[in-house]
């Protein structure tokens, strides 16, 4: 079972009672169905499983008379501030950019299910959310409130006003889109391949209100620690795949860079890949296999362009290696896959 930061619950429960803040029973009742207590402080350390947070948006979203902004009222009603050191990390980064590259990196803190990516694609920047499991509803509303809590403190933190420039969710939304849409400032598109927000180069590079290099890096190397605590009941496998992938056009990285950037040794990073059944080389094939397949499927990239980004040196050792995890050479995928 998945776990979720505490956080989250306490968002959802003030969103829930905040047309009566003075139901203490209903708020006592929400709180405990989740295993939480009800007087305790916020903490964003502590955590709940994630099916338990999964009934608890269902419910609330159940009994919502507008179920549907549910979401957009969570996911906006975050802060930096109330993220901890994540928040801080995030807000003193020098640009968005380097904000969503901790996402990326430190998102382990707050859940185990999800997993941020930052990604370029025909001259397009994405921030990708991944989550693991059964698309129910409780997951969807979860995916919706992280892509807005997103939009929120990119909004809080960037000197530049913040629009993304397209909002994608796989799922689809029931009814009138016309409030995520006013939230967002822009086009937001159901049933896609991806939940994501597309951001133009011009909001990446736009300087932090509050960018320090210095203070970022102390925060980075609290959040190095706070990930060490969890690594023992927590499985990375989905970050290192996407790390590796977006290492991989500068060449395929080692086990033991990828074992730093995980603030471990090369030797625990083996034991833990060798508890699942896995070896780092298998890692390192998924993610080229993976990232393969997108750039075959969705660009317009050449086949030795993609060998490049994919960390070969040659086209023809590329094609090698596709045929034998695909069955097919690049070629015949990309036509078989395209109508």
């Known amino acids: 079972m998945g776990q979720i930061t505490s956080l989250f619950v306490h968002k959802v429960v ?9 139901d203490t029973t209903r708020r006592h009742d929400l709180f405990t169905s989740v295993g939480i207590d009800p007087e305790a402080p916020v903490d964003p350390k502590i955590r709940v499983l994630d099916s338990d947070y999964y009934n608890l948006c269902e419910r609330v ?14 996911g906006s009603s ?16 020098i640009d968005l950019r380097r904000s969503y590259e901790r996402a990326v990196r430190y ?14 694609e025909d001259d397009k920047h994405f921030i990708l959310l991944h989550r693991e499991g059964e698309r129910r509803l409780g997951m ?13 403190i990119s909004r809080e933190v960037s000197q530049q006003d913040f629009n993304p420039e397209v909002v994608y969710f796989k799922h689809n939304i029931p009814g009138d889109l016309s409030s995520h849409e006013e939230f967002f400032g822009c086009p937001v598109i159901c049933n896609a391949d991806r939940d994501a927000i597309q951001v133009s180069s011009k909001s990446l590079a736009a300087p932090n209100k509050l960018a320090d290099s210095a203070i970022s890096q102390f925060f980075d190397a609290h959040l190095d ?6 690594a023992s009941d927590i499985d990375m496998t989905l970050r290192m795949r996407t790390d590796i992938a977006q290492s991989l056009s500068d060449g395929v990285p080692t086990l033991t860079e990828i074992a730093n950037r995980f603030s471990m040794s090369a030797r625990t990073l083996q034991r833990r890949l060798a ?7 298998m890692l390192v094939d998924e993610s080229r296999r993976d990232l393969a397949k997108r750039l075959l499927t ?16 040659e086209q023809s050792a590329f094609n090698r290696a596709f045929k034998r995890w695909a069955g097919s050479s690049p070629r015949s995928f990309r036509l078989q896959a395209r109508p």
């Open 14 to 22: 003030n969103v829930a009672t905040a047309a009566n803040p003075e």
């Open 61 to 74: 979203a159940r009994e919502d008379d507008d179920g549907v902004t549910l979401p957009l009222r969570v």
């Open 78 to 93: 975050m802060r930096c501030d109330d993220y901890g050191a994540f928040g801080l990390a995030w807000k003193t980064a």
């Open 107 to 120: 998102g382990l803190v707050l859940t185990s299910v999800s997993a941020y990516e930052v990604r370029n």
């Open 140 to 152: 969807r509303l979860s995916n919706e409130q992280s892509i807005v809590a997103v939009t929120q």
């Open 225 to 230: 620690q706070e990930i060490t605590e969890f």
């Open 275 to 281: 508890d699942q059944g896995l070896t780092f080389q």
């Open 298 to 313: 969705r660009t317009d990239y050449t086949l030795s362009e993609i060998a490049f980004l994919t960390g070969f040196s």
